[in-house]
DNA sequence: GGAAAATCGTGGATCAGATCGATCGCAAGA
DNA sequence: TCTTGCGATCGATCTGATCCACGATTTTCC
């Protein structure tokens, strides 16, 4: 991992579908070498896959919401069941387990504050053993990047 | 944008590097009616792009950070200050403006604790007009979905 | 109901890019 | 000095994208 795969996963990161001439250009090296080392990352799982990069307002879905979930106990099993019951919802695009009271985040996409209301009641509130929710809702996103920093 | 289409999204987004072909097959249409729809969906910005997904943990970055921070003054010009102040943090992987307190949500990435504080320290506190903030850390991340729901 | 427009399917031709193997050069390390 | 690893270059081959033309079907709208 060298300052070379940084500039090939930086140049991916912007651009996914670039080929290996071109990217080959923009690290400095030849198509061949390059191409080598697209496929070690691959291989080596830095590179998890390759994504289209889809605008949530233009598919119907312009509202973001955080919630922070507690939950009544913090055992492994208690979170397992958690987590599988959350990877069911479609509306949850991450979930993280956090420090300090255990808490739960998770970053929850919608229709509009109706359409998460839905979510809210009929599908997450359902789910045994949450002590309680607090949702934020988000104005507007000022930044969504896409790059790691990779310097 | 109709149920093809949405095929299309949810297919481009799982692997954006699909064949034309494959991707015909799938979403049940010929290559060249499936290649129009995709230059279709490119043009009118409802796929913004393409991406390689990149592991964060593998290329040295494991930490995740949720930092709240709640503004002096609400204004307009604060807000447009404070975003161009963060553009330039290229840790700051996201940043939502939130209702409520007009509170600012960042999603910040860091090598370690070390790194973070480093961060906050001598990036974020430097910029003006910060009330205060409120760190959160996060153990683990349990779902980190890459597909927008497209049912 | 009927005409117009949009969309799809197929086939063929062309072109760009990926891939692979072989060979060579260079530099670091044993 | 010899080995090893990495890159550069070249040529051959294969795959996939793109574009065209044509006919058929579906949808839309009057």
């Known amino acids: 991992m060298d300052q070379i795969d940084r500039k ?12 290996i001439a071109d990217l080959a250009e923009a690290v400095g090296l030849s198509p061949t070498p390059c191409a080598r080392r697209v496929a070690n990352l ?20 312009p509202v973001t919401i955080f919630v922070a ?3 009544e106990r913090q055992s492994t099993e208690a979170l397992q069941a ?13 979930c993280y387990l956090m420090t300090g009271s255990r808490d739960i985040l998770l970053r929850v996409v919608a229709r509009d504050l109706t359409d998460f209301d839905q979510f809210l009641e ?16 988000t104005l507007r996103t000022m930044i ?3 790059q790691l920093p990779l310097g």
């Open 8 to 19: 090939i996963l930086a140049a991916l990161q912007d651009n996914g579908r670039m080929k």
């Open 42 to 61: 691959e291989d080596r799982g830095v590179i998890s896959g390759y994504s289209a990069r889809v605008n949530q307002a233009e598919v119907g879905l």
């Open 69 to 71: 979930v507690e939950l």
């Open 82 to 94: 958690f987590e599988a019951a959350v990877r069911r919802f479609d509306q949850v695009m991450e």
């Open 122 to 137: 009929h599908r997450l509130m359902r789910v045994p053993g949450i002590r309680n929710t607090r949702s934020s809702f």
């Open 144 to 146: 969504d990047r896409n």
